[in-house]
């Protein structure tokens, strides 16, 4: 079992930026691949970026290459979402996953454990 806690989320005026952390439980935190979803209202959730059990390898949708970058402490369990020059079309609720053995990377069904979320909210 990985339980997992995100953390935050916020109000930011475009252009800012904002930090997000997702704390597991679980001492097998790093054999799992991490990955952050979105979902803004009257959408469907939304990968956002991957990054594998290692650290090493990470991957991002097109639309937050080069502003957003996703790291990760194993020794602290915590994968992190670094959002810069963000955009009122950011907005959404922001949730991590995790599974073992990271098949389709970008398909929600891939992920076994969710956490809850954390609002983003970014003001024009």
């Known amino acids: 079992q990985v339980q997992l806690v995100e953390s935050g989320g916020g109000l930011v005026q475009a252009g800012g930026s904002l930090r997000l952390s997702c704390a597991a439980s679980g001492r097998t935190f790093g054999a799992y691949a991490m990955a952050w979803f979105r979902q803004a209202p009257g959408k469907e959730r939304e990968f956002v970026a991957v990054i594998n059990w290692s650290g090493d390898n990470t991957i991002y949708t097109d639309s937050v290459k080069g502003r957003f970058t996703c790291s990760r402490d194993n020794a602290k369990t915590t994968v992190f979402l670094q959002m810069n020059s963000l955009k009122p079309e950011d907005t959404a609720v922001y949730s991590c996953?995790?599974?073992?053995?990271?098949?389709?990377?970008?398909?929600?069904?891939?992920?076994?454990?969710w956490g809850q979320g954390t609002q983003v909210t970014v003001s024009s």
């Open positions: 996953a995790a599974v073992r053995t990271l098949a389709t990377p970008d398909s929600r069904w891939t992920y076994t454990y």
